[in-house]
């Protein structure tokens, strides 16, 4: 092998992953090394696209909130056009269709994909191993308000809960209620409020600390 | 890679925001985008959301044309659980393809 590809094993592929523990992460490990092998791309190339991936998380997300809690002008643009008001913000909107779901006194939004795990990714980075287990993808479309409980999280009955399954096109994040007593923080303190959890609304946003 | 953003389309839509919808209760040997769950409910459009590829066609490597519109469908949670024990006006909303519904 190594003298019909004298330069396969130059670079070769540092794992990225924990030892693969099943057949299919086997293979996974397999199919990549073979993909280098073969010159579809380089070990550089993938280890690249894993730190982009790596380099999001939710304070993308949080950003995106923010803005919107303290401009209502961008909170109409992101309610109307979530991919075009990310962009604005010189975040990555990717390319599917982001839609902003507003939490309201009257309405309480979470999110799930029952079909399999579709998450707002550049929003908010990789999602949570909780979002893409059988159990949330189960209960929290048949028992949402019994699921947020077991996240902390109380919706009063007169609140209506909104369950948005994620099955096809879009992508959906939440726009948590800016919470009480943080008329006085600046954009950046309010983006430390903004959870992840909050963003696919199995939380509230986070009440400030009583010294700010 | 999927197209950017919706695509443009002359697909003309079938429902219109508001309009009282089935989902079809028929059975799909491939891949699709119906969970069993939604199937048979009667819901109202939220909203329409463009036309895109068919999920049956291009989890084949097909061309996913005819493009279909997609919806966002709002059902009541207590149409969908006999034994439901939210609030009454709790709902959930998914998205269904045309292909998928039928007036009702």
Redesign the interface.
């Known amino acids: 092998m190594s003298e019909r590809h004298p330069h396969t094993h130059r670079s070769p592929p540092q794992p990225d992953h924990p030892e693969p523990s099943s057949d299919y992460e086997l293979l996974g490990v397999a199919l990549n090394e073979l993909l280098i092998e073969k010159r579809i791309y380089t070990a550089a190339e993938m280890r690249a696209t894993i730190e982009q991936i790596e380099s999001i998380d939710s304070s993308h997300g949080a950003r995106v909130v923010a803005r919107a809690w303290t401009d209502p002008d961008y909170k109409a643009e992101l309610l109307a056009d979530g991919?075009a008001a990310v962009e604005k913000l010189g975040l990555d909107p990717g390319?599917?269709?982001l839609t902003v779901l507003e939490n309201t006194p009257q309405v309480h939004n979470v999110v799930v994909c029952?079909?399999c795990s579709c998450y707002p990714r550049l929003m908010l980075g990789r999602p949570p191993v909780w979002y893409k287990s059988k159990a949330y993808r189960s209960r929290v479309?048949?028992?949402?308000?019994?699921v947020l409980r077991e996240f902390g999280t109380e919706i009063p009955?007169?609140?209506?809960?909104?369950?948005?399954?994620?099955?096809?096109?879009?992508r959906y994040l939440v726009l948590p209620m800016r919470p009480a007593n943080t008329d006085g923080l600046s954009e950046d303190e309010l983006v430390e409020l903004v959870t992840r959890d909050s963003m696919i609304g199995t939380a509230l946003a986070e009440a400030p600390s009583v010294a700010s | 890679?999927?197209?950017?953003?919706?695509p443009e389309s002359s697909v003309m839509p079938r429902f219109a925001t508001g309009a009282r919808v089935r989902i079809s209760a028929r059975s799909e040997g491939r891949h699709h985008?119906?969970?069993s769950?939604?199937k048979g409910r009667i819901g109202v459009i939220e909203r329409v959301?463009?036309a895109?590829d068919q999920?049956e066609l291009i989890a084949y490597r097909c061309s996913g044309e005819p493009l279909q519109t997609?919806y966002?469908v709002q059902l009541n949670?207590e149409d969908?659980?006999s034994d439901?024990?939210?609030?009454c006006?709790?709902?959930?909303?998914?998205?269904?393809?045309e292909h998928w519904l039928e007036p009702a």
């Open positions: 991919f390319y599917v269709e029952t079909l479309v048949r028992e949402p308000r019994a009955k007169d609140v209506e809960v909104r369950v948005h399954d994620s099955t096809a096109e879009l | 890679m999927p197209e950017p953003r919706v985008r119906v969970p769950y939604a959301c463009g895109y999920p997609l966002r949670q969908l659980w439901y024990e939210g609030a006006n709790d709902t959930l909303e998914i998205e269904i393809f």
